[in-house]
């Protein structure tokens, strides 16, 4: 809740201004009154309020002279002057002097709730960290990364008291989703489409409540977490919400809110599936099919298996290493649900089976180089080995062969490079927020791409920023 003082040297005005909000709904509490400018002062000193409402005409010091006190001693309170004269000259002093709000007696309502909200939205934003900054704390997961957690949630209006639990929902759609200005909720953009929103366990189960009605289409890239208590535990929520929000890409024919969450180790299942001959694989595929329509099996499997069929092509001798997928956003991209995905792997077992292979165009020179030249231009979208391969028309296993060949090192090497390269020179040379970093060379994931920097560079893309800004590069942002 935010802090309201009020301050008119008549108590019947003060009494009217407390009962013309309704002011826990707007997120403020009023904590005190002052019938002077003097006696104001000290009192502001003391409660810190985030808003001050004061009469402009006062006996002693007027309304524009006690926010100039306090703006001489650092206090910075949004101020709303409350007048009884429409005088467009107090008006446009008012404004020249940086208050928020103008109001006439008696008391608008309307008038009132706009300059409140207005006034919120500026505060929200002025405390809250920056979205970048969250994702590092939710990432570092050390006590003190979770306390600072638990005070932007407090920002936020949430887990005030500690009564209630929080959830998180993640959703996987173009836009946010329009959650109520009057659900407390900590709102963080955490990749390409993809925004997770913390708010309480109580508001989330209205929610759930709510979208239940809907049809399946809207539900498409929504998942809730299961409860939780601590920000110790939001990374864990996070792929938990995920999987639920991912649901559409396994076909679910039940659609579920909670008990969804769990990953069973199906790991030695597929290992042994793909272990067998290519005709049994294809049979076994469809079976698999209907597990995972039925709910059995989430998106996290599917990944699972498409990299195990792909590792089994391997295993056989072909030049399948820049076929794997590393992310479920690269394999919700790469195929439009899991029935494609488990067609197009039959098509590769069906083609070992027969030994028949794509028809191969042996490109020359000037082929690769156009290949290169676009991979150059476009690695900061989403391209994967298969997207090039039906742009060239030419078999993936080629294209990796060709790689291998040309520049003795994978497609998957060759991009990861790239983007390493640029979000190297971002970090060195910028102050753009690291998850911005990430989407702009690619990665529609903030924590994927901090595991693959991490893993190319040695440290995480913060401490990298910071230890090339003490060596002079740039200094440390934010």
């Not at 709102?187 to 189960?205: N, P």
């Not at 080995?385 to 520049?407: D, M």
Request: hydrophobic share 40%; aromatic share 10%.
């Amino acid at each position: 809740m935010y802090k309201v003082f009020i301050v008119d040297d008549e108590e019947l005005v003060i009494k009217s201004l407390k009962a013309s909000v309704d002011w826990k709904g707007c997120g403020y509490e009023v904590v005190g009154y002052a019938q002077s400018g003097e006696e104001a002062v000290e009192a502001v000193k003391q409660v810190q309020p985030d808003v001050v409402f004061s009469d402009i005409r006062m006996p002693g010091m007027n309304g524009l002279e006690l926010k100039k006190r306090l703006d001489d001693v650092g206090i910075s309170s949004k101020f709303i002057i409350v007048s009884g004269l429409a005088e467009f000259a107090l008006a446009q002093k008012a404004i020249q002097n940086g208050v928020s709000g103008y109001c006439l007696k008696p008391f608008d309502e309307m008038e009132l709730m706009g300059y409140l909200k207005k006034i919120k939205r500026e505060l929200d934003a002025s405390r809250l960290l920056p979205e970048g900054e969250i994702l590092d704390l939710i990432e570092s997961g050390t006590p003190e990364a979770n306390s600072r957690l638990r005070r932007e949630l407090a920002f936020a209006g949430i887990d005030e008291s500690g009564k209630d639990d929080l959830r998180i929902m993640l959703t996987v759609r173009r836009d946010r989703l329009p959650i109520h200005e009057q659900t407390p909720c900590l709102t963080v953009r955490i990749g390409y489409r993809k925004f997770i929103y913390v708010m309480a366990d109580s508001d989330a189960a209205q929610f759930m409540s709510n979208f239940s009605s809907e049809s399946r289409e809207f539900w498409k890239g929504i998942g809730f977490s299961e409860r939780v208590v601590e920000p110790a535990e939001f990374t864990q929520a996070i792929q938990d919400a995920e999987l639920q929000a991912y649901q559409y890409f396994t076909l679910a024919e039940s659609f579920t809110w909670e008990g969804s969450c769990e990953t069973n180790d199906m790991k030695p299942v597929f290992v042994e599936l793909t272990a067998g001959n290519s005709q049994a694989i294809i049979a076994q595929l469809d079976s698999l099919l209907s597990m995972f329509q039925s709910g059995l099996l989430n998106i996290r499997h599917a990944l699972l298996l498409y990299n195990d069929c792909i590792s089994k092509q391997s295993r056989n001798g072909k030049e399948s290493d820049d076929l794997y997928l590393y992310s479920l956003e690269q394999l919700a991209d790469q195929f439009e649900d899991v029935r494609d995905m488990i067609e197009y792997l039959k098509r590769l077992f069906r083609e070992e089976q027969t030994e028949q292979q794509h028809v191969l165009i042996q490109p020359g020179r000037s082929t690769f180089s156009a290949m290169l030249e676009y991979i150059n231009e476009h690695f900061s979208e989403d391209i994967t080995i298969l997207g090039v391969s039906k742009r060239f028309k030419l078999n993936p296993n080629y294209i990796s062969q060709l790689f291998r060949k040309e520049l003795d090192k994978t497609f998957t090497e060759y991009m990861t490079g790239l983007r390493m390269s640029r979000a190297s020179e971002l970090l060195k040379t910028t102050s753009i927020p690291i998850n911005e970093i990430a989407e702009q060379i690619g990665y529609k994931d903030y924590f994927y791409f901090s595991k693959i920097f991490k893993k190319m560079m040695g440290v995480p893309p913060r401490t990298y920023r910071f230890d090339q800004g003490q060596n002079g590069f740039f200094p440390a942002p934010e």
